[in-house]
Every structure is written in C-alpha cells, then in structure tokens.
C-alpha cells in the first residue's frame, strides 16, 4: 500500500505516493512484531483514549535504515521539526552501530520550545509521539569512515480513513 504524509506533515516529501518495500512475510508473522503492536496497542490505549472512539484503527509498521559511509551523511524524512500525521508514534531502536554520529530525537512543543534530546541506545528502547509535539531526527554520519547504520521501527495508530 502506498505510503502519503500531506504537505502539511512533510513539506519535503508531502503529497507524494511513496512505495516502500513490503515487509517479509516472516517478519509480519513474527511473534516480536506481535508483540510490539499488541504492547503498542496497550500503551496507546492509556495515553491517546481518542484513537479508540473510531470505529477501527490504521496499524502502520514501516522499518526504517539509515545508512551511512565515509563522509555521506544521512537525513530522515522531513528534514528538521516537525509533527507527524498519525495520531500515535512509537519509534523503536532495532540495531545501532557503534560508530553512528548524530542519530539524536530532538523534542519541542514548538518551534522555539525545544523540550529535550533523546538518544536512543539500547535495542527496544523507544519514544513516543503524537501530533501534539514536534520532533526531529539529528542528521547521521560514521565517525570512523566505516559504514554506520540506526535502524529503527516504526509503529503507527491512526483512526482508520472512512
């Protein structure tokens, strides 16, 4: 299924059908990605209770790789704060190199409000978002010149589209 942010959310990328590689079906069949949505579901359910007076929910997992080397530098998609369309947000750490620079989830209640700075280290570890907060992902290169990489899962609840 094609993947749309209105140009309100991604003024980079917004208005565009973007086609994202499915995931394998062993993954989509894996009791960790159960899990995670079930967990994710429990969680949402305590702090986002408007996304449960719909009628059904949109569940979006996409799997996100930011790869880098030498002196390329990665950038995530948009580009700096910004708040997202859907109404519940996990993004999880997957896999982590050792020599990733930058990477860092910058928190604000606005543009000029900047709340915190998250560095996600550990597997599993996670943040959480909604459309109320803005956020953004520091741009990411290799200390070392080496190929460098933050994967990342992303859990997404919405009301589904009628």
């Known amino acids: 299924m094609p993947y ?5 959310y991604n003024a980079d990328d917004g208005d565009k059908l973007r086609q994202f590689v499915s995931l394998d079906r062993l ?8 899990e995670l949505i079930r967990f994710n579901l429990s969680v949402a359910k305590l702090t986002n209770q408007i996304l449960f007076l719909a009628d059904s929910l949109l569940i979006g997992v996409h799997m996100v790789s930011y790869r880098t080397v030498a ?3 990665a950038h995530s998609s948009p580009l700096g704060l910004h708040r997202d369309q859907e109404e519940y947000v996990a993004v999880i750490l997957s896999e982590l190199s050792h020599n990733i620079s930058g990477g860092e989830n910058i928190l604000a209640n606005g543009p000029r409000d900047l709340v915190e700075k998250v560095n996600l280290t550990e597997e599993f570890e996670a ?6 907060g803005m956020h953004q992902v520091v741009p990411m290169s ?11 899962i992303l859990i997404t609840l919405s009301p589904f589209p009628q």
């Open 27 to 34: 993954v989509l069949q894996s009791r960790t990605l159960r």
């Open 127 to 132: 943040i959480l978002l909604s459309k109320k």
């Open 71 to 73: 002196a390329m530098i």
């Open 4 to 8: 749309v942010q209105t140009r309100q």
């Open 142 to 152: 290799s200390s070392n010149g080496r190929p460098a990489f933050r994967n990342v």
